[in-house]
Nanobody, 128 residues
């Protein structure tokens, strides 16, 4: 079992920045990690993901160029740097760990069904 704990959310004005962190209770080496978000009344959607090496990163079109995902395997932590935030980025952001270890394609990592462990989420609110 793995516990994932997100932090770093909050209230920010449009154009501002936030950095989310996701700390895992055990090693995340060899596992894909992803960030997803869910706005009120909407389904959970993919935001960003990366493989265990961090060499390949993937983003939703809506955040590409503004968000950056990274990981520190030594600290069992994944980050999401969010810049140029927009009101439409308002959501609960959750991190997730892939259900099996390995190196996966972007399409595989975009599928939330391929993640077995989820954090409780952190609220991000962007005011206009």
């Amino acid at each position: 079992q793995v516990q994932l704990v997100e932090s770093g959310g909050g209230l920010v004005q449009a154009g501002g920045s936030l950095r989310l962190s996701c700390a895992a209770s055990r090693t995340i080496i060899n596992y894909g990690m992803g960030w997803f978000r869910q706005a009120p009344g909407k389904e959970r959607e993919f935001v960003s993901a990366l493989n265990w090496s961090g060499g390949n990163t993937y983003y939703a079109d809506s955040v590409k160029g503004r968000f950056t995902i990274s990981r520190d395997n030594a600290k069992n932590t994944v980050y999401l740097q969010m810049n140029s935030l927009k009101p439409e980025d308002t959501a609960v952001y959750s991190c997730a760990m892939s259900r099996i270890s390995g190196y996966y394609s972007g399409s595989w990592l975009r599928n939330l069904g391929n993640y077995a462990y989820w954090g409780q989420g952190t609220q991000v609110t962007v005011s206009s």
